[in-house]
């Protein structure tokens, strides 16, 4: 389980250096980034918090794909 949190972690840091510097490579590793927050939803529902929780995690989800998918934010990744 560590390792696992270690690969995250190292893949977190990567992918935020790299859509830092703007580089073209970290549109996708931002889409894989966002989709970690997909299994947020049914961990939140069966948490104490519920369906309210789950409903927030939901728009978490959703707000993150939709942001991700505007032309500008693919317009800002222009460094090759």
């Known amino acids: ?7 995250l972690l190292a893949y977190l840091i990567f992918t935020l250096t790299l859509v830092l510097q703007r580089k ?21 529902f069966l ?3 519920g369906t309210p929780g789950a409903l927030i995690g939901a728009l978490l ?8 998918r505007r032309q500008a934010t693919r317009a800002w990744f222009v460094e090759p």
């Open 47 to 49: 948490s104490p918090a």
């Open 1 to 7: 389980l560590g390792v696992v949190y270690m690969l």
């Open 24 to 44: 073209q490579a970290a549109y996708p590793l931002a889409f894989g980034l966002a989709t970690l927050s997909v299994p947020l939803i049914p961990i939140l």
């Open 61 to 68: 989800a959703v707000g993150l794909f939709v942001a991700l």
